[in-house]
């Protein structure tokens, strides 16, 4: 069964910095990609980062470029999400995400961590 955990959230004031885990069981971690999304009150869920199973590739959403930074241990079947710099509208519930591949099918999603911003 394919369990993705997270956690790190909290309230933070603006400027500051926090580290996200997202901790995976129930699949071979390092075949597959892995991605961060958020979801803001009242907006739909946003894709904010993904990284390749090797760790050797990422993608993010323009607002996070710079500020933000996903990465992976293999070895610990973690995916994380450090945000430095936030701003207000960083406020969301964060979700991390499993993709599916060719030889696993199955996506799976974290039950979140909130994250808000302010002062």
């Known amino acids: 069964q394919v369990q993705l955990v997270e956690s790190g959230g909290g309230l933070v004031q603006p400027g500051g910095s926090l580290r996200l885990s997202c901790l995976a069981s129930?699949?071979?971690?390092?075949?597959?990609?892995m991605r961060w999304y958020r979801q803001a009150p009242g907006k739909e869920r946003e894709l904010v980062a993904s990284?390749?199973?090797?760790?050797?590739?990422?993608t993010y959403v323009d607002s996070v470029k710079g500020r933000f930074t996903i990465s992976r241990d293999n070895a610990k079947s973690t995916v994380y999400l450090q945000m430095s710099s936030l701003k207000p509208e960083d406020t969301a519930v964060y979700y991390c995400?499993?993709?599916?591949?060719?030889?696993?099918?199955?996506?799976?999603w974290g039950q979140g961590t909130p994250v808000t911003v302010s002062s």
């Open positions: 995400y499993k993709e599916r591949t060719w030889a696993d099918t199955r996506d799976a």
């Open positions: 129930g699949f071979t971690f390092s075949s597959n990609g």
């Open positions: 990284i390749l199973g090797t760790g050797s590739s990422t």
